[in-house]
């Protein structure tokens, strides 16, 4: 499986942001599927992802309601819309995939995720 990421940038705090994932494999749709952020000095964290299929999307608390995340099994796409970026959002960010259905639990552990993309710089300036 390869995963390309693209869409990362700068904007200013406030501004939007909208990255994208394809992936390359066969059976997309069984795919979970997660965006993954590191900032410099920090760890991994999570920030979104799927189960499988995209019926259900799960968040983490500090870009509730700020992200967005769609996925498109048909085309194999995942993206991520960002709007209300904070400086605190400033982070590579990665998009990852693993074969396997994740419980609720782990889909936020970034060591459950097989495949990785190579990361989008995001930069959210004050």
């Given at each position: 499986?390869q995963?390309?990421?693209?869409?990362?940038g700068?904007?200013?705090?406030?501004?939007?942001l909208?990255?994208?994932?394809?992936a390359?494999?066969r059976?997309?749709?069984?795919?979970?599927?997660g965006?993954?952020?590191?900032?410099?000095?920090?760890?991994?964290?999570?920030?979104?992802g799927?189960?499988?299929?995209?019926?259900?999307?799960?968040?983490a608390?500090?870009?509730?309601?700020?992200?967005?995340?769609?996925?498109?099994?048909?085309?194999?796409?995942?993206?991520?819309?960002?709007?209300?970026?904070?400086?605190e959002?400033t982070a590579?960010?990665?998009?990852?995939?693993?074969g396997r259905?994740l419980?609720?639990?782990?889909?936020?552990?970034?060591?459950?995720?097989?495949?990785?993309?190579?990361?989008?710089?995001?930069?959210?300036?004050?």
């Amino acid at each position: 499986v390869q995963l390309v990421e693209s869409g990362g940038g700068l904007v200013q705090a406030g501004g939007s942001l909208r990255l994208f994932c394809v992936a390359s494999g066969r059976t997309f749709s069984a795919y979970t599927m997660g965006w993954f952020r590191q900032a410099p000095g920090k760890e991994r964290e999570f920030v979104a992802g799927f189960r499988s299929s995209g019926a259900n999307s799960y968040y983490a608390d500090y870009v509730k309601g700020r992200f967005t995340i769609h996925r498109d099994n048909a085309k194999r796409t995942m993206d991520l819309q960002m709007n209300s970026l904070k400086p605190e959002d400033t982070a590579v960010y990665y998009c990852a995939v693993t074969g396997r259905l994740l419980i609720i639990s782990t889909l936020r552990d970034s060591g459950q995720y097989d495949y990785w993309g190579q990361g989008t710089q995001v930069t959210a300036s004050s």
